[in-house]
């Protein structure tokens, strides 16, 4: 089982160019949130572990999961309001968010019990380990399971807006890195959060993973083993979702192999299944990620 850990929240987002402002449509979202989800969907035995409101919005996100085949035990539930986040997009179809998170359920998780038998991987990352008090819980799930010999993945998929000290979250990330197998970060990521990949290897993980939009992926590995892969030509609808499917893909494909053990060749093999399952989620409107069967049919 992989769990995924952290927040989940609802994407408003902008539809065509009303007056004087567009109508917004709420579509589940959040980082982790989409991980998990497409984790389910790609097949992967996966649990959620997070705190979601009661409210409305809440329901649906928890639905959302269920939809997805994802275990759900791990969900914390509170009757706090859910996290807003409106959505812009680019003309190229980038995404930016503006969030509304002050005293939301998902702020509140707290560090949960023993983890299920059968967990071989954990996934962090995003508004969760910013925003507190449950960044600290989260922080603490990520250290105590990477100290039990869990497989650990960490996006910090950065949020400038929500970040009020950058010098102090540039230093709280060093200092998870001790405790990350696999580091997977945009160049915009990598480029806010300064240092460099080799930097980074140094300081714990056994990979990283840069995304590099339309250009692809590239992995460079502790062990020296270096790959790279263009991107999957798509009509690009909007690139909601796109990291957090490659965070799937990439754990998905892995299959329970150690990062640090694998050669270029299966590197690449791994970075293909991720570019093209992020080229279908591109390919669609807000955070749908692919089912299986599709990453088995053309683009």
């Known amino acids: 089982m992989i769990v995924v850990a952290g927040e989940s929240l609802i994407d408003l987002v902008p539809q065509g160019g009303g007056a004087p402002l567009p ?23 996966t649990a959620f572990c997070s705190r979601i409101s009661t409210d409305g919005f809440g329901e649906a996100l928890l639905g959302g999961l269920v939809a997805a085949g994802v275990d759900v035990s791990l969900v914390q539930r509170g ?22 998170a002050e005293g939301s359920a998902d702020r509140l998780f707290e560090l949960p019990g023993v983890l299920p038998a059968g967990v071989r991987a954990l996934a962090v990352g995003t508004c969760s380990l910013v925003l507190e008090p449950g960044a600290s819980a989260y922080e603490a799930l990520l250290r105590r399971e990477a100290g039990h010999g869990l497989l650990t993945l960490l996006d910090p998929n950065i949020r400038p807006g929500l970040i009020p000290d950058a010098a102090a979250y540039r230093a709280r990330f060093r200092g998870w890195l001790p405790y990350v197998s696999l580091l997977k970060l945009s160049e915009e990521d990598a480029a806010w959060l300064g240092g460099s990949p080799e930097e980074w290897l140094a300081a714990g993980p056994a990979a990283v993973v840069l995304t590099r939009g339309a250009a692809g ?4 590995t502790r062990a020296r083993a270096e790959a790279s892969v263009p991107g999957v030509p798509v009509d690009v609808v909007d690139t909601i979702g796109a990291g957090d499917t490659v965070n799937a893909a990439l754990l998905h494909g892995l299959a329970g192999r150690d990062p640090a053990t694998l050669d270029a060749a299966a590197w690449a093999e791994v970075l293909r299944y991720a570019a093209r399952a992020a080229a279908v989620t591109c390919s669609r409107a807000g955070a749908e990620p692919p089912h299986a069967a599709e990453l088995a049919e053309p683009v």
Do not use: I, K, W
């Open 79 to 100: 009757p706090e309001p859910t996290t807003l986040a409106v959505a812009s997009v680019g003309a190229d179809g980038s995404a930016g968010y503006g969030f509304y």
């Open 217 to 220: 992926l590239t992995v460079l």
């Open 23 to 45: 109508a917004l449509l709420p579509v589940p979202g959040g980082g982790p949130y989409n991980t998990a989800v497409a984790l389910g969907r790609l097949g992967a035995r």
